[in-house]
């Protein structure tokens, strides 16, 4: 990935950051994209500090403008982008359908997924004259289960179809489309409401079959297998990383009224 032109938006904490520092290692240069100029700077600074070269470019995702200005500047600077991965979003607190807040809905709506479609589409259009490319969307567990999140959960799931559509456009002319589906992921901001008590860590870890939690640096290293040559024959793919929460939760469902005796 030495010749490499990464774009990682929302690239600037958590899982995204993860992923600009991991394709970071391997060369190239890593494009970290965000609103947060003073943290997005600070990624670059310690990629930077690693020996590979990085730049923060800021991008807010519900702007059109913004991401064409984000393209118009990595073209600039360092020619056609060859990876991009749409890392921006927002998080959901559970609630019901029924008491779903429709300015909440439309605001997580406008962020997770018409984000990522602005994104994909300027960027892959660029990609397409250029017949080369990766894009990684990140979608989640709520891509494949009906999770209590009724806004994030609709968002996540058109993510993964969206991916599925782009793959079969833009495979022709040479752009892969894939996705990772993270599960319960210790970020700092998962760490920090089990600091606060609002989150049990042993009852996270009990919904997957390998009880655990997922690293961000896990969901990197996916991310990187799934945007490089060594994935070159895969696209359209939806990647969970979730320590087995998906297999689990079945299993687990159905023992409970079916429980196995020795």
Known sequence: MSDTVSVVIGGTSGIGKAISLRFAAEGGIVVVSGRSVARGEAVADEIAQRGARGKFMSCDVNDTNSVADLLSGVTRDFGTPTILVNSGGILQSGTRVLDQDLEENQ???????????????????????????????????????????PAYTAGKTAILSLTQMLAAELGPFGVRVNGVAPGYTLSDGLKDKIAQGLRNPEEIKATTALRAFVEPEHVAEAAWFLCSEKAASITGVMLPVDAGWLVQAPYGSYMRGNPIRD
């Open 107 to 149: 605001r997580l709506w406008e962020t997770n997924y018409n984000g990522t479609l602005r994104a994909c589409q300027l960027f892959g259009r660029a990609m397409k004259e250029a017949r080369k490319g990766a894009i990684l969307n990140i979608g989640s567990l709520a891509s494949f289960a009906p999770l209590s999140l």
